[in-house]
């Protein structure tokens, strides 16, 4: 029988741990700063900025929400960038995706204006924070294995070899796939469009996918007993039949998502941190 995760409970967990960290840094005259640059009216980055502002207020940090109109140019938003950098008390610069459309060809450009040190959302190619996606992806992946083999106390030891990223090319499978890698994990890198998808998927020990295509993977495109992280978006990529298949697995919603918001204020903290 499968594990299902519980994200929300996992992030309410670490709250109280991030709150302890933010309190000593506060102790030291240091406020974690996040300044979030919104664009435009789509509700569901709405939403997210909101769930994001929420969370990271809870644990003690400061958030800034500039809500820019749809008519905004870009030489706006690089005169509030470049303030925000000089911003001595603004520890993290997030600007939410997608832009609109007039601003879209300009995602690259918005980016690479935030300084190196307040790229909490790690965008920039060689951040010194790893994505808060990519990052809840290892939390979680390290929680499996040790799940699988202590609570369902497995006699043989869980070993995790080949990872399957479905979605590497994007925003949060380029990083996955980078540090991955660096783990000295055998990764398979596709996409939604793959050709045989399936000859890649059940050969994995591990199905990371982030592609928004809604039941991309189903059950006979996945290894029994294998782990299966769905990081799709709005409704999840992975089938509700591969529940009954595989040893762990992350819903849509309330799965990977809280973990990246608490990701992203770990790495709010991380850059409040000067002595770090």
Same mark, same amino acid.
């Given at each position: =029988?499968?594990?299902?995760?519980?994200?929300?409970?996992?992030?309410?967990?670490?709250?109280?741990?991030?709150?302890? #960290?933010?309190?000593?840094?506060? /102790?030291?005259?240091?406020?974690?700063?996040?300044?979030?640059?919104?664009? $435009?009216?789509?509700?569901?980055?709405?939403?997210?900025?909101?769930? @994001?502002?929420?969370?990271?207020?809870?644990?003690?940090?400061?958030?800034?929400?500039?809500?820019?109109?749809?008519?905004?140019?870009?030489?706006?938003?690089?005169?509030?960038?470049?303030?925000? %950098?000089?911003? /001595?008390?603004? %520890? $993290?610069?997030?600007?939410?995706?997608?832009?609109?459309? @007039?601003? #879209?060809?300009? @995602?690259?450009?918005?980016?690479?204006?935030?300084?190196?040190?307040?790229?909490?959302?790690?965008?920039?190619?060689?951040?010194?924070?790893?994505?808060?996606?990519?990052?809840?992806?290892?939390?979680?992946?390290?929680?499996?294995?040790?799940?699988?083999?202590?609570?369902?106390?497995?006699?043989?030891? =869980?070993?995790?070899?080949?990872?399957?990223?479905?979605?590497?090319?994007?925003?949060? $499978?380029?990083?996955?796939?980078?540090?991955?890698?660096?783990?000295?994990?055998?990764?398979?890198?596709?996409?939604? %469009?793959? @050709? %045989?998808?399936? /000859?890649?998927?059940?050969?994995?020990?591990?199905?990371? #996918?982030?592609?928004?295509?809604?039941?991309?993977?189903?059950?006979?495109?996945?290894?029994?007993?294998?782990?299966?992280?769905?990081?799709?978006?709005?409704? $999840?990529?992975?089938?509700?039949?591969?529940?009954?298949?595989? #040893?762990?697995?992350?819903?849509?919603?309330?799965?990977?998502?809280?973990?990246?918001?608490?990701?992203?204020? /770990?790495?709010?903290?991380?850059?409040?941190?000067?002595?770090?």
């Amino acid at each position: =029988m499968a594990i299902i995760f519980d994200g929300r409970e996992y992030a309410l967990k670490k709250k109280e741990l991030l709150r302890v #960290s933010v309190n000593r840094l506060r /102790e030291k005259g240091i406020i974690p700063h996040l300044a979030t640059i919104l664009v $435009g009216d789509n509700k569901a980055s709405e939403l997210y900025t909101n769930l @994001k502002k929420k969370f990271i207020e809870s644990v003690n940090c400061q958030v800034d929400v500039y809500d820019l109109p749809e008519s905004t140019k870009y030489s706006d938003i690089e005169l509030l960038i470049k303030s925000l %950098n000089e911003d /001595e008390t603004v %520890n $993290g610069i997030m600007v939410q995706f997608p832009l609109p459309e @007039k601003l #879209s060809d300009k @995602k690259e450009e918005i980016i690479d204006l935030i300084d190196d040190t307040k790229d909490v959302d790690g965008l920039k190619e060689d951040s010194k924070f790893l994505h808060p996606t990519s990052k809840a992806v290892l939390e979680i992946l390290a929680l499996a294995t040790y799940e699988i083999q202590h609570l369902q106390r497995h006699e043989t030891k =869980m070993e995790v070899k080949t990872i399957c990223v479905v979605g590497a090319s994007g925003m949060v $499978g380029r990083p996955l796939v980078k540090a991955l890698q660096k783990m000295n994990f055998e990764v398979l890198e596709c996409n939604s %469009n793959t @050709k %045989n998808l399936i /000859e890649k998927t059940i050969l994995s020990d591990v199905i990371v #996918s982030a592609t928004g295509e809604m039941n991309l993977i189903t059950a006979d495109m996945v290894k029994l007993d294998a782990i299966v992280i769905d990081v799709g978006s709005p409704f $999840g990529d992975v089938s509700p039949t591969v529940e009954k298949k595989v #040893s762990f697995l992350t819903p849509v919603p309330g799965g990977v998502g809280p973990v990246t918001i608490t990701c992203l204020a /770990e790495n709010l903290i991380l850059a409040s941190d000067t002595e770090s």
